[in-house]
């Protein structure tokens, strides 16, 4: 169990973990990859997530944003490699 700590995530992959009040830190250095990952609710809890990078710390904020605004409460992210186009997500105007 991980538990009141900060946790890199760069490089790292994790299985089964269990998370209880952390604070991710991710730089966009290298994948990291969660199987099975379980966390601990508190009431008023938050996920924390921060970087030195800033753009991944904008990307951050950009998926924040779309949540709250939203009211989403998942978020698919898409691995976009150098020749693959964009899913179609239905009728274009």
Do not use: W
Not at 19 to 38: E, L
Not at 62 to 78: K, R, W, Y
């Amino acid at each position: 169990m991980f538990q009141d700590e900060t946790i890199v995530l760069d490089g790292r992959h994790f299985i089964d973990p269990t998370f209880d009040n952390v604070t991710f830190i991710y730089n966009g250095t290298g994948p990291s990859q969660m199987d099975n990952p379980k966390f601990i609710k508190h009431p008023g809890g938050e996920i924390r997530l921060a970087s030195k990078n800033k753009v991944v710390t904008q990307t951050i904020a950009i998926l924040h944003t779309l949540e709250v605004a939203t009211g989403c409460t998942s978020t698919t992210v898409l691995n976009l490699g150098p020749n693959a186009q964009l899913p179609s997500s239905g009728p274009t105007p």
